[in-house]
């Protein structure tokens, strides 16, 4: 009997010395990935604030941080120092980011103009006496210049008949300049994009023409940086998805989410009443025309010299399926 209760005190010992030597055992969830988005105080960002509101980057598995920024080039800077993950910005500035190398992927479309809810606008000042696109023939129209406002001024003019040789713009890269300038008639005729095309309006200035008949030119896409995507693909899987959750929310019940408009800035206070929330696009991303033909503008206009490829530069993958 002793002989037998040895050797289980024994078998008992070594059993627990074993269970101190293995290694512990590996968690069974990881934590969340954080992804940094650089923000600019624009409607285009609405579904992420709404997805964050909602608790849907949680729902999907990941953590999102908000790095607001007051321009593009100063968004354009913390993603080129790797201090931000992704962004909102447009096809002209990945084409900037990935002339050399791929350093950006666009993964959705963010904003895209529809009809009723354009996007970006051409105005003029109250007392111009412009009335109709072809009132813009040889008139300088303030814009930020090399960017997609420059590129749908081009584009939306030619589409109503001016040749390229008709089509003035001066650069007036601060929008808030360009909105006084418009106010004050010191510039005839200037691109403002929505919400601040209507605060334009409201100030006395006439929309003369925007891109709500032409998605293919004004719309707004989400970027990440090429080595997240390849870092933490779940993530960007499971950002879409919360994008998509958020985005059906809000083209389902736009006015319960009038408060984060004010809460976060994207919408001027003096419209916040009247303004009328766009509505957002499902899961998609620029065709491969859209592609070229903004790469074919860019590569006139001197801001790029090569082609650069859409296969390498666009990733659907991510995007949640059907």
């Known amino acids: 009997m002793k002989l037998f209760r040895f050797i289980i005190l024994l078998a008992a010992s070594l059993s627990l010395a074993l269970a101190g030597c293995a290694p512990a055992a590996a968690s069974t969830s990881a934590a969340p990935v954080t992804l940094k988005i650089a923000v600019l105080p624009i409607i285009d960002t609405l579904p992420m604030y709404v997805a964050q509101q909602e608790g849907l980057f949680a729902k999907h598995g990941v953590n999102v941080e908000f790095v607001p920024v007051a321009s593009a080039p100063a968004r354009d800077q913390l993603i080129a120092a790797g201090q931000a993950d992704g962004m909102i910005n447009e096809t002209i500035s990945t084409f900037l980011f990935n002339k050399d190398k791929v350093q950006v992927q666009i993964v959705r479309y963010a904003l895209r103009p529809t009809e009723g809810a354009g996007h970006f606008f051409i105005l003029a000042s109250a007392n111009s006496g412009i009335t109709s696109p072809a009132d813009l023939k040889n008139v300088e129209i303030g814009v930020s210049q090399g960017t997609v406002i420059e590129y749908v001024t081009d584009r939306l003019l030619e589409g109503e008949g001016l040749t390229s040789d008709q089509i003035k713009t001066t650069s007036v890269p601060n929008l808030s300049d360009r909105m006084a300038l418009l106010a004050s008639d010191q510039l005839k005729a200037g691109v403002l994009p929505d919400p601040f095309g209507a605060l334009a309006a409201q100030q006395g200035a006439s929309i003369v023409l925007d891109d709500s008949k032409h998605p293919e030119y004004g719309f707004s896409v989400i970027s990440f940086r090429k080595d997240v995507i390849d870092k933490n693909p779940e993530a960007i899987r499971g950002f879409l998805a919360a994008i998509e959750e958020a985005t059906d929310m809000l083209n389902t019940n736009p006015t319960k989410y009038t408060s984060v408009l004010s809460d976060n800035k994207l919408v001027p206070p003096s419209v916040i009443n009247t303004y009328k929330i766009p509505p957002f696009p499902k899961a ?32 659907a993958s991510f995007l949640p399926r059907p």
């Open 284 to 315: 998609g991303v620029p065709t491969e025309s859209e592609w070229s033909d903004a790469l074919a503008w860019a590569k006139e206009k001197g801001l790029v010299n090569a082609d650069i490829s859409y296969a390498d530069s666009v990733n």
